[in-house]
């Protein structure tokens, strides 16, 4: 009889405890890399004739995908970028822009941040042309190692008249 109750018994007892081969801590990460967003207000670039009145043409940032990598002294995040090229004549031949790059944390606060040129060139009497751009920019492993504080921001480098047409066309746009 007492046979009986002894391995139940046992089991019951030894079952926790065949959790604890491994008693280092495991370490569960909410994220790989810091979330990436193009910025809506920045996604847009455009080129006007000299009248500054209508449109000639535009840049676009239309996609991207990140990858992190990381090792014991460094972090990289790596990234390719979609960009987008229309024009309404075909007198322009080739678009210019600056888009950025940055890290802030999670109030927006700017942190690193990189400016890289684009060139976009239309083949023959095409009125659109798509670019890939692989960017990678090296990080702090803090950013990587805590990548939940932190946020990736993407945009067209914009000042002045353009980023004022830009703020003008969204507020016109219905919500």
Not at 40 to 65: G, M, N, Y
Not at 153 to 173: A, P, Q, S, T, V
């Amino acid at each position: 009889m007492i046979m009986h109750y002894f391995w139940p018994i046992l089991l019951i007892t030894l079952l926790p405890l065949g959790g604890c081969q491994n008693s280092q801590p495991t370490d569960y990460r909410s994220c790989f890399s810091p979330p990436t967003n193009i910025i809506h207000e920045l996604s847009r670039q455009s080129f006007f004739d000299p009248t500054l009145t209508h449109e000639v043409a535009r840049l676009e940032i239309e996609s991207l995908k990140e990858l992190a990598e990381k090792d014991e002294k460094e972090a990289l995040l790596s990234f390719q970028i979609v960009f987008g090229a229309l024009r309404s004549t075909t007198e322009t031949k080739k678009l210019n822009g600056n888009y950025f790059i940055t890290i802030t944390d999670r109030e927006g606060n700017p942190l690193l941040k990189q400016t890289f040129p684009l060139e976009i060139t239309f083949e023959g009497k095409k009125k659109y042309q798509r670019k890939i751009k692989e960017v990678t920019m090296p990080v702090p492993l803090a950013i990587i190692n805590q990548c939940e504080k932190y946020q990736v921001l993407i945009g067209f480098d914009l000042k002045g008249h353009d980023l004022e047409h830009n703020l003008r066309r969204l507020e016109r746009k219905p919500s």
